[in-house]
């Protein structure tokens, strides 16, 4: 499995951005998939998940301004940002949950001026 993300960009604060995340085979088959975030010099940290009933979970930093997504037959993960912030620049990751193992996609850029 692969995972490709993309969306990534400069943006100004207040601004909205859409990230995608696509998958080398079916999304729906995946237990979970979540984006992350790394800012630099920063741990990585949550930020959304959706799971495969299609139960959506948001990290309390970014709840009420992003909103994960998926689309089958794109096989498309997505994440619009909304109300951007300063403070959500980062490098955004993918990934999927396949039961036993974790594939991550590459990272795409976020950065959000003030």
């Known amino acids: 499995v692969q995972l490709q993300a993309s969306g990534g960009g400069l943006v100004q604060a207040g601004g909205s951005l859409r990230l995608s995340c696509t998958a080398s085979?079916?999304?729906?088959?995946?237990?979970?998939m979540s984006w992350y975030r790394q800012a630099p010099g920063k741990q990585r940290e949550y930020v959304a998940d959706i799971i495969a009933n299609g139960e959506t979970g948001y990290a309390d930093s970014v709840k009420g301004r992003f909103t994960i997504s998926r689309d089958r037959i794109k096989d498309t993960l997505f994440l619009q940002m909304n109300s951007l912030k300063p403070e959500d620049t980062a490098v955004y990751y993918c990934n999927a949950f396949l039961g036993t193992v974790i594939i991550w996609g590459q990272g795409t850029l976020v950065t959000v001026s003030s």
């Open positions: 085979r079916n999304i729906f088959s995946f237990k979970r």
